[in-house]
């Protein structure tokens, strides 16, 4: 799983400097680069901060899970859930980075050349990754509330 979520963050982190090479580009029609567009600098701004806190929610569900494979119990459940839940959120922010990002490329980013539909295809098949599903960031609260045994085989136990 910890594979999964760094290959999300890696490409997607590879999406946004491919946006930042892409925006010494101007678009067609226009003599302006992309980069000097504020409505492109806004994006990259939101797309930065949505990488940080994508990345920072599995770091804390992963040292949360090592403390609590010392304690055991109830919290050690708490512990696992928590990180599928961060795994599916840094997929789930990795794709609306790339999207985002592509978006505002516009056509060049659906082109092979660019580099930026590499990052896109590499989220979107990460995404894929069974630990980082939609069915478990939609199933984790739930999950909370119905098991209270540690051990339960739909994670990992």
Known sequence: MAGAVA????????????AASAARKARLGSSALLRELKTVQAMVGRAEALLAAARAFPIQAMTDLMEATDIGGDRLLVARVRLQAAAAHAAESALRIVEMLAADAGA????????????????????????????????????????????????GG
């Open 7 to 18: 290959l999300s963050c890696s490409a997607d982190r590879r999406g946004t400097q491919r």
């Open 108 to 155: 060049t980013a659906i082109l092979e050349a660019c580099h930026l539909e590499r990052a896109f295809r590499d989220v979107h098949a990460a995404a894929k990754h069974i630990a980082m599903s939609a069915r478990a960031a939609l199933s984790w609260p739930v999950a909370l509330a119905l098991v209270s045994t540690p051990g339960d085989a739909r994670f």
